[in-house]
C-alpha cells in the first residue's frame, strides 16, 4: 500500500483533499502577494494575468481530461471492467488537447503578449510550459479521482502549492526576484503534482476482459465536449480582469488591484475545487444504478454546505476586502467595498455551477452543462467591453454572466431529475 493511501485510510479523503487544496490555494495567494510586493505594477499585472491564464486555460481545457477520465474509469470499475485502455486513451486525448492549446496559443501570440503581458515574451513561453504541466497533472488526478484514490490526488495539490510558492520565495529571498522568474517556476509546479501523483496509480487494474475495449474516438467526443463547458467555466471565472488590465494600459496600478481582488474574492471557490473530484464518481456510480433519488440527496447535501460558504464569503469579501488587497498584495488602489461584495456573490453563484456540472455529467448531459456556460460567458464577455468604467463593467458582467450560468443548469438538471431514465 502506498503512503497516500494509508494517509486516506488514517484521514479520510474530506480531510486529506482539504489539506492538499488549502496548500495549493494559500500558494496561489502567496504567490500574487510575493509578486506584488517585489515587483513594479507593471510586472505585477504581467505576472497576475499570466496566473490567471494558467488558471483559465490549464483547469479550463484539461479539467475536461479530468472529469471524462474520471466518469469512465468508476462506470469501468463499477462494472468489474479493466481500466489500463483508459489510462492510455485518456493519455493520447490529452496530448492532442495539448497540440490545440499551443496551437491556439502560438495563433493570439500578438494580442497576448501586447496586451496581457506588456510586452514580455517570456511570459508566453511560461504560459505554454504551464499549459503542457497542466495537462499532465490534471491526467493524472483524473485516473486518480476515478479510483477513488483522494490520498495520491491530495498529494499533487500539496506537491503543486510547495513547488509554485516555495522556489519563487527563495528568489525574493535571494534580491533577484523578476517576472520571467516568477512565472516559470509558477508553470513548474503542475509538472512537480503530476510526478508525486504516479505512486498511487501502481496497480489496481483488472485483468483484461471481453468488453474491455475504450474507444479513443468517444472518450475524445466526451472531453471535446467538456472542453468546451470547463474552458468557458474558466472564462467566466477569470476573463473579467484580464479584460480589465487591457483596458487600462495606462493605469496599471488599478489593474493589478482589481486582479488581486478578484483572486481574493475566489477563495471559496479553491475551499470547493475538489468537490468535483470527489462528487463525480459518487453520482457516476448512483446514476448508473438509475438511483435518481440518491443523486437528488447528494446534491441537496452539498449544496447547504455551499450556501453557507457562499454566502460567508460575500460577507466577507464586502467587509474586509478592500483592506485585504491593500495590505495583503501591496496594492496602490483602493477598490470600492461594493464592487468586492458583489464579485463575492458573483463566485456564490459559480460554486453552486460547481455542484451542478459534475451532476449533469454524471448523468450524461455534456451538452447542457456547455450551453449554460456559453450564455453566460457571451454575456459576460459583452457587458465587459460597455462603454465607460471598465470596472464597473467588469462586476456587472461577472455577477450576471454566473446567475445566468446556474440558471441553466438549475433548469436542465431539475427536469433530468424529475423525467430522466437514466441507463
Known amino acids: 500500500m502506498t503512503a497516500?493511501?494509508?494517509?486516506?485510510?488514517?484521514?479520510?479523503?474530506?480531510?486529506?483533499?482539504?489539506?492538499?487544496?488549502?496548500?495549493?490555494?494559500?500558494?496561489?495567494?502567496?504567490?500574487?502577494?510575493?509578486?506584488?510586493?517585489t515587483l513594479s505594477t507593471a510586472d505585477a499585472a504581467a505576472v497576475a494575468s499570466l496566473y490567471l491564464l494558467i488558471n483559465m486555460i490549464g483547469p479550463g481545457v484539461f479539467s475536461a481530461l479530468e472529469q471524462e477520465t474520471s466518469r469512465t474509469i468508476s462506470a469501468r470499475l463499477a462494472a468489474a471492467a479493466d481500466i489500463r485502455q483508459v489510462r492510455r486513451r485518456a493519455a493520447l486525448v490529452g496530448a492532442g488537447l495539448l497540440v490545440v492549446v499551443v496551437l491556439v496559443l502560438l495563433a493570439a501570440s500578438p494580442v497576448l503578449v501586447g496586451k496581457a503581458f506588456g510586452g514580455r515574451w517570456i511570459l508566453l513561453v511560461a504560459l505554454i510550459f504551464g499549459s503542457a504541466t497542466s495537462a499532465a497533472v490534471y491526467l493524472v488526478r483524473g485516473l486518480l479521482g476515478g479510483s477513488r484514490r483522494f490520498g495520491g490526488y491530495a498529494t499533487t495539490l500539496a506537491a503543486e502549492g510547495l513547488a509554485r510558492l516555495v522556489p519563487c520565495i527563495a528568489?525574493?529571498?535571494?534580491?533577484?526576484?523578476n517576472a520571467a522568474t516568477y512565472a516559470l517556476l509558477f508553470a513548474a509546479g503542475s509538472a512537480v503534482a503530476a510526478l508525486a501523483g504516479l505512486p498511487a496509480l501502481r496497480g489496481g487494474s483488472r485483468e483484461p476482459s471481453a468488453d474491455s475495449a475504450v474507444s479513443v474516438t468517444t472518450m475524445a467526443r466526451a472531453s471535446a465536449v467538456l472542453v468546451g463547458s470547463t474552458l468557458l467555466a474558466q472564462l467566466v471565472a477569470n476573463l473579467a480582469p484580464v479584460v480589465v488590465s487591457g483596458r487600462l494600459t495606462t493605469d496599471t496600478a488599478t489593474a493589478a488591484a482589481f486582479a488581486s481582488a478578484f483572486v481574493l474574492v475566489r477563495i471559496p471557490l479553491f475551499v470547493f475545487a475538489p468537490v468535483q473530484a470527489m462528487l463525480l464518481p459518487t453520482l457516476t456510480a448512483a446514476a448508473t444504478r438509475g438511483d435518481l433519488a440518491d443523486v437528488r440527496r447528494?446534491?441537496?447535501?452539498?449544496?447547504?454546505?455551499?450556501?453557507?460558504?457562499?454566502?460567508?464569503?460575500?460577507?466577507?469579501?464586502?467587509?474586509?476586502g478592500p483592506w485585504a488587497v491593500r495590505v495583503l498584495f501591496g496594492a496602490q488602489v483602493t477598490l470600492p467595498a461594493v464592487a468586492l461584495g458583489v464579485l463575492g456573490l458573483g463566485t456564490f453563484a459559480l460554486l453552486i455551477a460547481q455542484v451542478l456540472q459534475p451532476a449533469l455529467v454524471a448523468l450524461g448531459m455534456h451538452r447542457a452543462a456547455t450551453l449554460s456556460w456559453l450564455v453566460g460567458s457571451a454575456v459576460l464577455t459583452g457587458l465587459l467591453f460597455l462603454p465607460g468604467d471598465p470596472l464597473r463593467a467588469a462586476v456587472l458582467g461577472q455577477i450576471v454572466g454566473s446567475v445566468l450560468v446556474v440558471a441553466g443548469m438549475g433548469a436542465a438538471l431539475s427536469a433530468a431529475l424529475r423525467e430522466k431514465p437514466v441507463t
Open 4 to 37: 497516500p493511501a494509508r494517509a486516506g485510510r488514517r484521514f479520510g479523503p474530506p480531510a486529506l483533499m482539504g489539506g492538499g487544496l488549502l496548500i495549493v490555494g494559500a500558494a496561489g495567494y502567496g504567490f500574487l502577494a510575493l509578486s506584488g510586493h
Open 171 to 177: 528568489v525574493a529571498v535571494a534580491g533577484s526576484p
Open 298 to 320: 447528494k446534491l441537496r447535501l452539498i449544496l447547504a454546505a455551499v450556501t453557507v460558504v457562499g454566502v460567508l464569503g460575500a460577507l466577507v469579501s464586502f467587509a474586509l
